[in-house]
């Protein structure tokens, strides 16, 4: 059965610095989202992406956020100066169509900002 | 606004059912999730309701809905220990992208 993967699983970095977390959406599927899940806390939707553009974006997805699809397969999120509050779980998610779909959710990317 | 209510922790003993339940404030909802979350892991989608029916059952799993009450219960029937993990009850709505979720109910099974 196709499934989303994320890579890394694990990402450690130091407050300041730069990171991109990579997902590979199901191979036919058309919508690709974040969200993200503080330790403890609530999932939260950050974005979606359709047709290589920010289809909805939360409060959250601020200017720190961008989100590309550098080729056919990968779908990333980068985070241009890491905050201690952006250490959560990061999901990538995919679905074939929009909002009126099922989304298939990526095992995550722990990342750990100190 | 949007928002999922479940409660947090709900033990059963091995055998037994166990029923697992979420109520929703957005009237406009379009289907109606349950994901699995096992330690360590990630978001596995265990089954979904489209918002116009009342029921579904899929194996040892399930589904009712009231949407007059705006309520949302998962049963899983004769619960075993690979059960055990955090169920997230969570909804789309219409004209929206997102999945909103719950905080999760963390299902302990008792020997």
């Known amino acids: 059965e196709p499934e989303v993967t994320q890579t890394p699983s694990h990402q450690v970095t130091q407050m300041g610095q730069e990171v991109i977390l990579r997902c590979v959406p199901i191979s036919n599927h058309l919508y690709f989202y974040w969200y993200r899940q503080i330790l403890g806390q609530k999932v939260e939707f950050l974005v979606s992406f359709y047709n290589n553009e920010i289809s909805e974006k939360s409060e959250i997805f601020d200017d720190q956020f961008s989100v590309e699809r550098p080729d056919g397969s990968n779908f990333t999120l980068k985070i241009r100066s890491t905050k201690l509050e952006d250490s959560a779980m990061y999901f990538c998610?995919?679905?074939?169509?929009?909002?009126?779909?099922?989304?298939?959710f990526g095992p995550g990317t722990r990342l750990t900002v100190l | 606004g949007e928002d999922v209510e479940q409660s947090l922790f709900l033990s059963v003993r091995e055998g037994d059912s166990s029923v697992i339940n979420c109520t929703y404030t957005?009237?406009?909802?379009?289907?109606l999730y349950w994901y699995k979350q096992e330690p360590g892991a990630g978001l596995q989608l265990l089954t979904y309701?489209?918002?116009?029916?009342d029921m579904k059952q899929d194996q040892r799993l399930t589904v009712l809905l009231n949407k007059k009450d705006k309520h949302l219960s998962l049963r899983i029937a004769d619960t075993q220990t690979g059960d055990s993990a955090i169920y997230f009850c969570a909804e789309s709505i219409r004209k929206s992208d997102k999945i909103i979720f719950g905080k999760g109910t963390r299902l302990h099974i008792l020997p």
């Open positions: 309701i489209f918002s116009n029916m």
């Open positions: 998610a995919s679905s074939r169509s929009g909002s009126t779909d099922t989304q298939y």
């Open positions: 957005d009237s406009s909802s379009t289907y």
